[in-house]
């Protein structure tokens, strides 16, 4: 117990955040992967990737492009990143615009 308590006050707070979104994400595709009976084949074919790449995507390590959360996002219907230009962008502190996870 004691090295993984070790290796938990290593991470800092801005990689638990990276690592939080990224694994809320791959909530995400799984949720959506259910609700349209998809399987990990299925699901790679209409995205055009293969089954092992989804596996990645699912163990919510994976370092996604905006051009593969597009593909996610049309295939399975549902909306990963927040990004209407309808409302005024979050910013952090620093004047950052945050994405809406």
Do not use: Y
């Not at 949720?31 to 055009?48: C, L, P, S, T």
């Not at 309808?86 to 502190?93: H, Y």
């Amino acid at each position: 117990m004691a090295l993984l308590d070790n290796l938990l006050a290593e991470i800092t707070s801005e990689q638990q955040t990276r690592t939080d979104r990224k694994m809320r994400i791959a909530c995400v595709i799984d949720d959506a992967m259910r609700a349209k009976g998809f399987g990990k084949k299925q699901f790679a074919d209409k995205v055009g990737r293969k089954p092992s790449e989804i596996t990645k995507w699912l163990s919510g390590t994976h370092n996604f492009t905006i051009e593969t959360i597009s593909d996610i996002e049309r295939v399975l219907g549902v909306r990963i990143l927040n990004l209407s230009s309808r409302t005024k962008p979050k910013t952090n502190i620093s004047g950052n615009v945050i994405a809406n996870l």
